[in-house]
């Protein structure tokens, strides 16, 4: 790789402000580390063709402390509507041609999550990202206007030293050529990505002949379930309506027929078939906002990474169809789960080699499945398929409520790596939050102020791994004898041998005590000083790290040990990554080497 001494160097380079970049980096804002973003684009996304947010991805976000915005101003999507073809009514008679409403179903998965599914555009959701990024006052470090032209790796030296600026970006921005170098780079530039091309790697999978329509329309309907996602199977065709955030506008995923080329598809096309579809209501346009064709297909890049220097998230490493709402979020998962692990390697928190590998072991599998359940979930919507098939609208409408807990992003379960051990931990202590899944959340009550909160809260995107401790009853001399023993343990075996010298004690591991039993037989006194570390710049007292499993004055009793499935009369340790997967949980037995 020929030298350049004009190039930039950064230790991050972003190449791509989608989702799945921009949360990336607003992980390597929290680290503090240095870190760029090129986009081919003029400035911000203006209109994004995604809006699905499952709920994973609000958790996300409130993670963050940005999700007050999203919720405020997205559509929640609470019930689904099924419609299907009209054959003949219970005395044998026909009925007038068109479609039937054949049952509701609830959108989510009752207990599945805290957070709704909801509806708002990508260009929102990137902005509010983007916000989190400049909330210092500085602009975020957006280069806009450069396009990519070629990357490449100097593997001997990315072998020979981590700290080598080890990869070269070559850019074009007005007609000047621009060379970047950087230790890592992410390849976030989509289905067309240059840095997926650049490492010669290929999209491997299929397209099928089927070709679908969108469009964003402003409709004038008499159609009783325009402002709720609905599913229709007419003798037309199939239709997913999905509301838009501000009560006015709807997207159609339309079916088009078989035989259909994407090249010939127009917008008149797209709106006859909506009014066949829809009949016998009425279906008019008032205005179509944005409109598109597609042809299904489902394709994963055959390498994910370059010698642990680059890697490819989001589109750039999997594409496929989107009518199960999956691109925008599992891309911006992808930018999650590489960023805090980038993070913690530049900030000499962490080793590369284990922390990189998981990024693939991780998200290759979680690509994976994504593709081959898609092309399950496109099959359903494919009136050939289930004609020649059998397979009824009832049917139908079963496996489409099945698969939401895929689709809410709540199914992700990683395998065992350097960072998770389902194997060697103990699932039994806490049966009902699954090692490899993310981290569930009950309510709990915050013991310095009797505040009810949602767990989960006590646990903040701020890059450290969380110690959840869940003790039992403390006013009984057992429990409180052994969580004495078992903090003793953790602080000496575990946190001040990760904590940097001079930082405050819960910098990379934190703590997080959940107590059992009537809250007031407990004093303040009783608790042990591990779980109220003296932090911030006045080094006082932290008391904001212990609940407990008790009721509260106005929000009745969150039964969090239930929840979790853990026995107050024996306890567990729960260990949770900073991006909330939950990697191990075992004993909380004074003799703590198992847990180390």
């Known amino acids: ?20 970049g921009l949360c990336a980096a607003v992980w390597l804002s929290r680290f503090g580390i240095n870190y760029k973003i090129l986009e081919r684009r003029d400035g911000p996304l203006k209109v994004g063709q995604a809006d699905g947010v499952q709920t994973r991805t609000v958790e996300i976000f409130d993670s963050f402390g940005i999700a007050e915005a999203l919720l405020k101003e997205s559509y929640h999507v609470l019930e689904i509507a099924f419609w299907a073809a009209v054959t003949a009514n219970s005395t044998g008679a026909d009925l007038k041609e068109g479609i039937q409403r054949s049952r509701y179903a609830p959108d989510k998965e009752t207990g599945i999550s805290r957070q709704p599914h909801v509806i708002l555009n990508q260009a929102r959701l990137n902005a509010l990202m983007i916000g989190d990024l400049e909330k210092g006052g500085v602009p975020a470090p957006i280069e806009y206007d450069c396009e990519v032209k070629n990357v490449e790796v100097d593997e001997a030296a990315a072998a020979a030293d981590p700290a080598a600026y080890c990869v070269r970006v070559d850019t ?69 309506v999905i509301p838009r955030e501000g009560d006015a506008m709807a997207r159609f995923y339309i079916e088009l027929p078989a035989g259909t080329r994407v090249a010939d598809v127009t917008l008149a096309d797209l709106q006859a078939r909506a009014r066949l579809t829809f009949a016998p209501y009425t279906m008019d346009v008032a205005e179509t906002a944005w409109w598109s064709a597609y042809a299904i297909g489902q394709r994963r890049a055959d390498f994910f990474h370059q010698a642990h220097r680059v890697f490819l998230t989001g589109d750039a490493c999997h594409t496929h169809s989107p009518k199960a709402g999956q691109g925008m979020n599992v891309s911006l998962q992808d930018g999650h789960n590489i960023g805090w692990k980038l993070g913690m390697i530049l900030r000499g928190l962490a080793a590369p080699a284990p922390l990189l590998e998981s990024y693939v072991i991780e998200r290759e599998r979680t690509a994976t499945e994504l593709i081959e359940f898609d092309r399950g979930f496109t099959r359903l919507f494919n009136t050939k398929y289930r004609h020649d098939n059998g397979i009824s609208a009832e049917f139908f409408a079963e496996q489409f409520v099945k698969a939401g807990r895929y689709t809410a992003g709540q199914a992700i379960h990683y395998d065992d790596s350097a960072i998770t051990d389902a194997a060697g931990g103990r699932q039994d202590l806490a049966p009902k939050a ?49 969580l004495r023993q078992v903090s003793e343990a953790l602080e000496q075996q575990v946190v001040h041998r990760f904590t940097p010298p001079g930082a405050d004690p819960d910098t990379v591991i934190d703590r997080v005590l959940v107590l059992a039993g009537d809250r007031k037989k407990v004093e303040q006194g ?9 932090t911030g710049k006045w080094k006082m ?8 499993d008790d009721e509260s004055y106005n929000s009745g009793h969150g039964h969090a040990y239930e929840a979790y499935g853990i026995a107050s009369q024996r306890g567990a340790i729960v260990v949770v990554r900073p991006d909330h997967c939950e990697p191990r949980a075992t004993s909380t037995s004074p003799s703590y080497e198992d847990a180390n």
């Not at 790789?1 to 799945?20: F, R, Y």
């Not at 329509?213 to 599913?231: C, H, S």
Request: hydrophobic share 45%; proline share 5%; aromatic share 10%.
């Open 172 to 240: 074009v921005k007005d007609g000047v050529e621009k060379s970047f170098r950087a230790k890592y780079v992410l390849g976030c530039d989509g289905a067309h990505s240059i840095v997926r091309r650049s490492l010669g790697f290929k999209m491997l999978g299929d397209s099928t002949e089927a070709v679908w329509g969108v469009m964003d329309v402003y409709p004038l309907t008499d159609f009783p379930d325009i402002r709720k996602k609905a599913v229709l199977n007419s003798s037309a065709g199939n239709l997913l």
């Open 526 to 534: 009783e608790i042990p000083a591990f779980f109220t570390p003296a």
């Open 1 to 20: 790789m020929a030298a350049n001494a004009n190039a930039e160097q950064t230790d991050v380079l972003i190449c791509g402000s989608g989702s799945a």
């Open 541 to 548: 007292k932290n008391l904001t790290k212990v609940f407990a």
């Open 434 to 482: 699954p090692v490899g899944m993310r981290f569930p959340t009950a309510q709990v009550v915050r013991f310095c102020d009797a505040k009810a909160m949602q767990l989960v809260n006590a646990l903040p995107a701020t890059g450290a791994w969380y110690l959840v401790v869940f003790a039992g009853d403390v006013s009984q001399a057992e429990s409180a004898g052994r």
